[in-house]
């Protein structure tokens, strides 16, 4: 059964569900759309989410299963784990770590007894419907891009781009 989560920080609302342990939808609450709208980044509606591997050699989506959540706080930071349990007692976990004000979210995942049965490559699938949040589309496209973080060294898909871009880290 599907149980939501929602955290609400100085500057972020977000909504996490258990099924996936994935953001389900994240709005910048100082922030405002052209047309004077909440700014919403993640919403159901738009955005879809797939994070492919494969599990003794079967193809397996990680955000298709449901986690049991733990939440705590650490200072001014709340901690969300999403761990399933796999097979011989093996688990899986994400760690999710949302300071108290910002706009960043740190994302971690683990595992504990898949060394032998889960690939080393993980794939996520991110499909989005960008919802129009500048004047026009075309300004809407040119100040688009995504950051991201991978072992200490933060690196991004290109603004300006109309080509589909796939990175491999």
Partial sequence: ???????????????FSNKGGVIQY???KKYKTYTGKPLILIEPA????????????????LYSLYYAIDTHRSGDTTILNYKVQLSNGAELT??????????????SISSRGLDKELADQLTLHWGNSLRLVEKDIADNRNNTTI????????D?????STDIEKEVI
């Fill in 156 to 160: 991004w898909l290109a603004e300006r």
């Fill in 1 to 15: 059964e599907e149980k939501l989560t929602w955290i609400e920080t100085a500057d972020l609302k977000i909504n």
């Fill in 94 to 107: 994400q760690t999710y770590k949302i300071p108290e004000s910002g706009y960043e979210i740190g994302y």
């Fill in 46 to 61: 738009s955005n879809s989410f797939r994070l492919q591997t494969k599990l003794k050699g079967e193809e397996l989506d």
């Fill in 147 to 154: 950051n991201y973080n991978v072992n200490g060294t933060v």
């Fill in 26 to 28: 994240l709005e910048l």
